[in-house]
Structures are given as C-alpha cells and as structure tokens.
C-alpha cells in the first residue's frame, strides 16, 4: 500500500510561481515512475508531467517551459515546479504512480487569477 500526500497549492496571480510536493509513504520510492496530473473544473484528468525511475521527464506540451518536475529519492518527494502560471492552470494537481495498481493523492488545489 502506497499513500501520497500533495502540498503547495494555493492561490496566485497570473505569471506567479508555485512548487508542488508529493510525499509517498513506504519504501522502493526510487524504482517508480512518478506523474502529475490536473483536472479542471468541468473537465477530465490530464497528464502533465512524469519523471521516471532514472530522472527522464516527460511534458504535456502545455505547460513544457514552464513547468519542471523533479525527485528526490532520499526524501520519497516529487516537486512540481511551476512558473509563469495562467488562469488555464487552474485546477487540482494529483500525485500519480503505479506499482502493480494506481495509487493516486487526494489532490492540491492550484487557483490561478487577479
């Protein structure tokens, strides 16, 4: 049983910053491929960033530039930084992984407007 724990939304104004952690209990942190995801109001899940076991990242092309995801195994923490927010990334961010099943967080809302 893996549990992740999302932090570090909040509200900002258009072309702030916010950095995203993911806590995941247990051990092996480091062997898994770790995503972020988004859901905006009214629509469906999206990808938007994965890291894999080896430090690749992968980017939807809507935020590449602007966002960076990045781990720390020693810590069992995946960041996500985001720069140059925009009111159509305003959603709630989950915390992604699968080890034999999916494991998801609860999510952290990020609110993006003047």
């Known amino acids: 049983q893996v549990q992740l724990v999302e932090s570090g939304g909040g509200l900002v104004q258009p072309g702030g910053s916010l950095r995203l952690s993911c806590v995941a209990s247990?051990?092996?942190?480091?062997?898994?491929?770790m995503t972020w995801y988004r859901q905006p109001p009214g629509d469906q899940r999206e990808l938007v960033a994965r890291?894999?076991?080896?430090?690749?990242?992968y980017y939807a092309d809507s935020v590449k530039g602007r966002f960076t995801i990045s781990r720390d195994n020693t810590k069992n923490t995946v960041y996500l930084q985001m720069n140059d927010l925009q009111p159509e990334d305003t959603a709630v961010y989950f915390c992604?992984?699968?080890?034999?099943?999916?494991?998801w967080g609860q999510g952290t809302q990020v609110t993006v407007s003047s």
């Open positions: 992604y992984t699968f080890r034999g099943c999916e494991y």
């Open positions: 247990g051990s092996g942190f480091g062997l898994y491929a």
């Open positions: 890291i894999t076991a080896v430090g690749n990242s």
